[in-house]
């Protein structure tokens, strides 16, 4: 069955730290990974893509994740978080004919100063 | 000018009512969706549409019914709320169907309150 997990609920780090959001995946096909932020009331905005090439991908807002197949996983980096960017991360597995998306759980970014 | 937008915002209804959500999107594109929030920030695809046809139909209840006027509208009908009903529904497009990596643009959502 297609499902994506992200282990982390919530992840707290300080301003100008590094942040590493993790993202694992089951899904029969080769995938399309999807990172989206969310941020308190409001909808949601895509970050980065992969579907193909490179495995390194980079995305707005200074953020880049990795796929990895070996590892089933495509987890989002930032070399330094600034305190705007506190928010909830959805990973996301596409594919298909219909194009749908499967969310994992999320993961709360909380950044103090 | 917002690319995918819903009203209302909010809605704050009584059990057994019947509501509606109305979605737009201004951006060209074919294909359309509603995801549904729980409280515990779960997304599940419910519906979409592509080009006013019903594509995927995610086991939700006969009580919830999309109708697509147009391409650009996908308006979200629900008969009889029940409590389970309460979360944040989100309007969603993309430009094509059977291009999984196109990207959906999300509306704001619509906070449904059912008391």
């Known amino acids: 069955a297609q499902s994506v997990t992200q282990p982390d609920i919530h992840i707290t780090v300080s301003e100008g730290a590094s942040l590493e959001l993790r993202c694992n995946y089951s899904?029969?096909?080769?995938?399309?990974l999807f990172w989206y932020v969310q941020s308190p009331g409001q909808g949601l905005q895509l970050l980065l893509k992969y579907f193909s090439g490179d495995t390194l991908v980079q995305g707005i807002k200074g953020f880049e994740a990795e796929f990895k197949r070996s590892q089933s996983s495509f987890n989002l980096r930032k070399p330094s978080v600034h305190w705007s960017d506190a928010a909830e991360y959805f990973c996301?597995?596409?594919?298909?004919?219909?194009?749908?998306?499967?969310f994992g759980t999320g993961t709360l970014l909380a950044v103090q100063p | 000018d917002t690319a995918v937008s819903q009203t209302p915002k909010y809605l704050v209804t009584q059990m057994g009512n019947d509501k509606s959500i109305k979605c737009e999107q201004n951006?060209?594109?074919?294909?359309m969706y509603w995801y549904k929030q729980d409280s515990k920030k779960f997304l599940k695809i419910m519906f979409s549409y592509n080009n006013k046809e019903l594509i995927i139909n995610e086991t939700v209840p006969n009580r919830f019914s999309p109708k697509s006027p147009d391409k650009a509208h996908l308006n979200l009908h629900i008969n009889s709320l029940e409590l389970g009903d309460s979360a944040v529904y989100f309007c969603a497009s993309s430009q094509r169907i059977g291009a999984a990596a196109d990207t959906q643009y999300f509306g704001p959502g619509t906070r449904l309150t059912v008391l």
């Open positions: 996301a597995v596409g594919g298909g004919a219909t194009n749908k998306l499967i």
């Open positions: 951006l060209g594109h074919d294909t």
């Open positions: 899904y029969g096909a080769t995938p399309y």
